[in-house]
């Protein structure tokens, strides 16, 4: 079974400040997608940004992207000029057929 | 297409009742997902189906709980004889990886409390 490791429960980032979220995963596919996506208070999941495994091309989206290191089975993303709105829990998934989360991490933004 | 619909809402129920949740996927999403989750977790996945087939099942999903796809569109999922233990976020999603799309598209969740 994989499992996915987010090993930060909160971050806490000053607004327009940049803030790193940790995630480790184990298969031993090498093939397979992974995601991050945000959950506001509203509960609603969000997807953030996606990367597939065979692209060695960091994804963007914006003010998000992600550092995915194969070999090391690490997948982190980066919020740049935090806003007030990216308050969220994060998960970090795993999807070979099902989405395998990670336990969140809470990001806070102070004003 | 406004996405995944999921119904009700909320749902407060006793202790032995029975309830049953609904999800509509978005439409042509062969491939739809049933997730419970706990406050201040992830998600933790439930089921499975690929059009009317359910292809796989958690250890999670005790024999109280039962979901089908009927024709393929919308499922349902049925917990009977509801305990204290079940109250949660159950969260349903859809996706279409015919398309080379491998995104899951979730609803809003059913919140149940089980009293």
């Known amino acids: 079974a994989q499992t996915v490791t987010q090993s930060q429960p909160e971050m806490s980032v000053q607004e327009a400040e940049t803030v790193t979220l940790s995630c480790t995963y184990d298969?031993?596919?090498?093939?397979?997608?992974l995601f991050w996506y945000k959950q506001p208070p509203s509960r609603q999941m969000i997807l953030v940004i996606r990367?597939?495994?065979?692209?060695?091309q960091n994804a963007t989206e914006n003010r998000f992207s992600v550092n995915f290191q194969k070999a090391a089975k690490s997948f982190s993303l980066k919020i740049s000029d935090s806003q007030l709105g990216d308050a969220a829990m994060y998960f970090c998934?795993?999807?070979?057929?099902?989405?395998?989360f990670g336990a969140g991490t809470t990001v806070t933004v102070r004003a | 297409d406004t996405g995944v619909s999921q119904d009700p809402r909320h749902k407060i129920t006793k202790r032995g009742q029975n309830v049953t949740f609904r999800c509509d996927p978005i439409?042509?999403?062969?491939?739809l997902y049933w997730y419970r989750q706990t406050l201040g977790q992830g998600p933790e996945f439930l089921t499975y189906?690929?059009?009317?087939?359910?292809?796989?099942k958690s250890r999670l999903l005790s024999d109280r709980f039962s979901a089908e796809r009927p024709k393929g569109s919308f499922s349902t999922l049925e917990i009977q004889r509801t305990e204290q233990g079940d109250s949660a976020m159950y969260l349903c999603?859809?996706?279409?990886?015919?398309?080379?799309?491998?995104?899951?598209?979730f609803g809003s969740g059913t919140q149940l409390s089980v009293l």
């Open positions: 999603a859809s996706s279409n990886p015919r398309v080379g799309n491998e995104k899951l598209f």
């Open positions: 298969t031993s596919e090498s093939d397979y997608y």
């Open positions: 990367q597939e495994a065979y692209k060695q």
């Open positions: 998934a795993y999807n070979d057929y099902k989405l395998s």
């Open positions: 439409s042509e999403h062969n491939r």
């Open positions: 189906f690929q059009n009317e087939a359910q292809l796989e």
